[in-house]
DNA sequence: GTCTATACAACGATAGAC
DNA sequence: GTCTATCGTTGTATAGAC
């Protein structure tokens, strides 16, 4: 909203993500930031109110695209398919924000701008979960499901496979997921 | 070593763990560790010089006993018993450390602690997915020991599932990883 | 050896002047 | 919108009492 309004906010924002991504987010501070704008600290916090109002600013976008691939998938009528939407949107999201996910994984922070995470609505970490298994799911798929979310997350941000190119981590993170989740895996066209 | 010299040292971890737990490692201050331990903030720091050092602390038993899994699993001569041994080792000692494991998962001093691990030994994060895939594995092999891994550290520690008890919970994370992994599961006599 | 007292720089945060 | 000045608290550090 507010339209163009946000120079300084963008600025900031786009100067904090780089510093979290290389001192992480505890490791910066106001100070580093307020520095790297040419800024005193007070000025920082004119825009936020708080740091944690930084760290959840800077995983919004992210977040938000999570939020609107479980909102198209529920409009799906065949189970599979959304199964299928989410899989592939979480997947190429992940891997399209590897940095920030890696960055953002092992930070409380963030974890807490997740908990309250977007405009009041159910929470995406519940959601989530509970689009990956069937209505009548046994215990053991459930258990495979939060395997499958929490590992695709950590994995994509991992350090050893920074290496990777975006094409082949795609695929490799999506065959993981269904091998676990014990669907057939689509669109093996390439390679 | 050095017998039964710590009485203090002892109570400071579990208080520490326990604090750890609650709150948070980044959220408990020196200052509420003393105060619980009905002590002075120096008093803490005689028995440890940096916070880091005491997360370490509590998180050492736990590494140290993975540490020797991954050396036990070594001497093994088939490949396949290796990775037998280590997945029902890890996902055990996993199920065992539930609420540590969770706090720990998304605090970025622990992962400080993890990289400079234990008695400067080659890292245990680099030796443990090593030894999960077979020396000829190719790149998709690869990614799904990572995703496996940090899959079932994230979601043993997870709270949607901590209402599930050991055994269940153990059964599951097993599976899912050899599912993962491409293996045939063992022992299903329970069930 | 174990602790208290005290101090310090840097942190997140606030109030108010320009 | 940005500043200076200041607050309380944090992690860290030293000196010295028992």
Chains 1, 2 share one sequence.
Do not use: W
Not at 3 to 21: I, P, Q, S, V
């Amino acid at each position: 909203m507010t339209a163009t309004k946000g120079d300084t906010r963008t600025r900031l924002l786009d100067t904090a993500l780089g510093l979290f991504t290389v001192h992480g987010v505890e490791g910066t501070s106001l100070q580093m930031i307020a520095d790297a704008l040419g800024v005193t600290k007070a000025a920082v916090y004119y825009h936020f109110k708080t740091k944690d109002e930084i760290t959840e600013a800077v995983a919004e976008p992210a977040l938000r695209e999570l939020s609107a691939i479980l909102d198209h998938a529920a409009t799906l009528k065949r189970h599979s398919a959304q199964v299928d939407y989410v899989i592939d949107g979480l997947v190429d999201l992940i891997v399209r924000n590897r940095m920030l996910v890696a960055v953002f994984c092992s930070d409380p922070g963030i974890a807490r701008a997740v908990e309250r995470s977007l405009h009041g609505e159910e929470n995406v970490m519940t959601r989530l979960p509970a689009m990956l298994v069937p209505p009548d799911a046994d215990e053991g798929a459930v258990v495979a499901a939060h395997v499958a979310l929490a590992g695709v997350a950590l994995a994509g941000g991992s350090p050893a496979l920074m290496a990777m190119d975006d094409e082949r981590l795609r695929r490799h993170l999506g065959d993981a997921v269904r091998r676990l989740l014990g669907r057939p895996r689509r669109r093996e066209n390439l390679s």
